[in-house]
């Protein structure tokens, strides 16, 4: 399983790709929106700069012809955005155009196998489920994950799916068992991933005893 981190902020971009392991970006309109500019294009041509894969990026219009011309545009700024579109039937239309296009489309807000399935049937590269939103519903984010895996993986479609939503490092666990392609997780719980308290312990220990054999 992949790690894309789920960002608009530049610092924590830059701290996590210097840990050598993010493949891509996922930002939303709230995410952006947190980062206190209204210069979209400037933001996202950024993150594009430090990140050389998929930087997801949405439309901030509805209706189709308005939503293919904005994608369009969002393309033209660097060669790795992926355009997210919403699971909507607008959305749909417009995954089939830009797909035909060859614009990568990150099949966003799905909180569904039907979603899934018809987002990669219009030629969505990605499909989005909402683990953490869905959770809240009160229903089994990652069971909807492996579900679309698993009916992907029987299909033989190509179509990766991104568990997306991700509120905590057991997320990321139940994520790779389900056989997720993705995780995009928020910066925090990237760094959740790694701490253990027993890894802390033990560096402390090994340093120790080895000062005490350099004193002798
Ligand atoms: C994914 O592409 C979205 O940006 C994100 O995971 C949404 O997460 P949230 O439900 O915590 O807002």
Redesign the pocket.
Known sequence: MRI?L?TANIDQIRQAAKLGIISGV???P??VSREGTADYEAIIKEICSIIPGPI?V?VLVEGVEPMIEQAQLISSWAPNIVI?IPATTEGLEVTSALAKENIKV?F??CFSLNQALLGTLAGATYV?P????LD?AGHNGMEVVKDIVDVFAHYQLTTQV?A????HPQHCVTAAKAGAHIA???YKVLMQMLHHPLTDVGVARFLSDWQGVSRK
Do not use: M, Q
């Open positions: 894309f789920d996922t930002t939303n709230s995410l997801s949405e997210k990150n966003t807000l989005s909402f683990v953490g939103r809240d991104i997306a939503s991700i509120r995009t997780v928020p």
